[in-house]
């Protein structure tokens, strides 16, 4: 088979027609092609009233050496892709896993595969009952400290728009990919080129992938917090715990303690760093999440097409560098909704989620700004962390109490002044929201720069900044405001400690963190 690149299809031709487009492409007959794959889609509504894919297939055809050589997209292609391959390691070693997001989750489901029953420790609740602590935040104002939209079964992603997209090119991501699929989540992901899973269908598949891993003889503790490491001559060899409801306590012997603890594990952090564990400031982003009306971003991404069915619910990615300071969007939900995603009490933290489907009213982004170690006054390694909390406490103020979240419009927001009322957006963020000025509780030079980015957007996305967009804060949980530092082998100055995932400091979103848990995964099997 041969690979062929660049291969653009009108975005409302079947399946049928792939061929015609194919030969048109590459100049040869129709019935020269034998055989033919989608590998990879991705839409391109630049051109008004041109909107098309963009694909990568896989072909079977007559003379493929001649196809490659006048074709500069073409190459071979033998189809085969990651595997992991490491097997019957069983009795062989104990590993302990704290935190049940993609890098814990993955890295327990390819230790499982491998024979090492291992055994996974989540503060929060399985998905099912998380979805009840959840929805009592968002529907009575009830926050569960140890359950919420940052801990539980299958971590911050969970509650989220399920984006499968990454920055870095590693081969384990199509694997991650079928694996999804593999245990419930739509196919659409393996070809799409932004795949989204979607909250709903999320909550079905990391339930999935915890069954598999119980299958094969692993232990999956809930409502179990990590309270001590125990550390002999340098070395992590088990850990402390205890059940956060009934307060039992227990103990459990690893050879192997992979901590893949989330982003927002602030507990965690303290004890790693007491415990001896070298840690780093890390770059990090705050901001707000904007929302416009759905129909209203599908018409300026589609223009006369924005009404078609055909057409994913349209998205948008942005960023600029005003004043040498990054700002960009992140997590942008399609017919979604902002939602409130606090782990502590007396704090205020929004976030964006969307359904597969992304039918929701509104659609919704971060907009963030880059936090230098440098823009933050303290020496010691977790005064980021503790300055993060400060600004979630200083909006729980600013929205009155009960987690209502402050919200601004877009043009109150850039006059500086308080909005009294709503206008055409309504806010989505549950359990409410109180209209105030953002201003007030973001920093300087976090409110200076975003009212420059929301000027760069609108030249790069006309008709992005209008008035009546809505704003609502704070943004603070989008990566680890630290790392905890590792060497080749992935563990940490203490033996034994694997630190993995985005609360390490090594990954930022579900692929990434998938990514990271199968490395370490085959570096633990690796050494056996």
């Not at 989750?105 to 024979?115: S, T």
């Not at 230098?372 to 390694?381: C, M, R, T």
């Not at 370490?520 to 050494?527: G, K, L, R």
């Amino acid at each position: 088979m041969i690979k062929i690149s660049n291969i653009k299809i009108p975005y409302r031709a079947k399946e049928r027609l792939f061929k015609k487009y194919i030969s048109k492409a590459l100049r040869i007959k129709e019935d020269d092609i034998k055989k033919v794959v989608l590998i990879r889609k991705s839409l391109d509504a630049r051109m008004r009233g041109n909107i098309a894919y963009v694909c990568t297939f896989a072909i079977e055809a007559r003379d493929e050496a001649s196809i490659i050589k006048k074709c500069k997209n073409a190459s071979d292609y033998d189809g085969k892709g990651y595997e992991f391959d490491y097997k019957n390691h069983s009795k062989k070693a104990s590993p302990v896993i704290v935190g049940m997001g993609p890098a814990g989750l993955f890295c327990g489901l390819m230790l499982a595969r491998a024979g090492l029953k291992p055994t996974i420790i989540e503060r929060g609740e399985n998905v099912d009952d998380r979805k009840k602590s959840v929805d009592a935040l968002w529907q009575r104002g009830v926050l569960n400290e140890n359950s919420n939209v940052q801990f539980g079964e299958g971590g911050a992603g969970t509650f989220s728009d399920g984006k499968l997209t990454c920055g870095v090119n590693d081969i384990r991501m199509d694997y991650i990919k079928k694996e999804f699929v593999k245990h419930g989540s739509p196919d659409d992901i393996i070809t799409n080129a932004k795949p989204h899973i979607g909250t709903d269908y999320l909550a079905l598949t990391v339930k999935s992938i915890r069954e598999e891993i119980i299958s094969l003889g692993g232990k999956v503790l809930f409502n179990t917090m990590m309270t001590d490491v125990i550390i002999e001559n340098q070395r992590a060899v088990g850990i402390a715990a205890e059940n956060v409801n009934t307060k039992e306590k227990l103990e459990i012997s690893c050879s192997h303690l992979v901590c893949a603890i989330g982003h927002s594990s602030r507990q965690t952090y303290e004890l790693l760093l007491k415990k001896g564990a070298k840690m780093e400031k890390k770059p990090f982003s705050v901001g707000v999440r904007i929302e416009h009306k759905r129909e209203y971003i599908n018409k300026l991404q589609y223009k006369e097409c924005f009404k078609d069915t055909s057409l994913p619910t349209a998205d948008y990615k942005l960023s600029c560098h005003p004043d040498d300071r990054g700002a960009y969007t992140f997590c942008m939900c399609p017919g979604g909704q902002v939602v409130a995603s606090a782990s502590e009490a007396g704090g205020v933290v929004t976030n964006g989620m969307s359904n597969y489907a992304r039918d929701a009213e509104n659609s919704n982004s971060a907009v963030l700004v880059s936090v230098l170690p440098e823009d933050i006054d303290g020496d010691e390694v977790l005064s980021l962390m503790h300055w993060q909390r400060e600004l979630e406490q200083k909006a729980f103020d600013l929205g009155g109490g009960s987690y209502f979240a402050p919200c601004q419009r877009l043009g109150d927001f850039l006059a500086g002044v308080a909005t009294k009322d709503e206008g055409s957006v309504k806010p989505s963020y549950m359990p409410g929201v109180k209209y105030a000025d953002l201003n007030e509780v973001l920093p300087e030079f976090i409110s200076e720069t975003l009212k420059k980015a929301f000027l760069e957007f609108d030249k790069k996305m006309k008709g992005f900044l209008v008035d009546d967009a809505l704003l609502t804060g704070l943004e603070t949980r989008s990566s680890a405001p630290v790392r905890i530092l590792r060497d080749e082998s992935f563990q940490s100055n203490i033996k034994g400690l694997y630190p993995i995932g985005e609360g390490a400091g090594y990954a930022g979103g579900i692929m990434s963190s998938a990514a990271d848990g199968i490395k370490c995964a085959e570096i633990i099997c690796s050494n056996l």
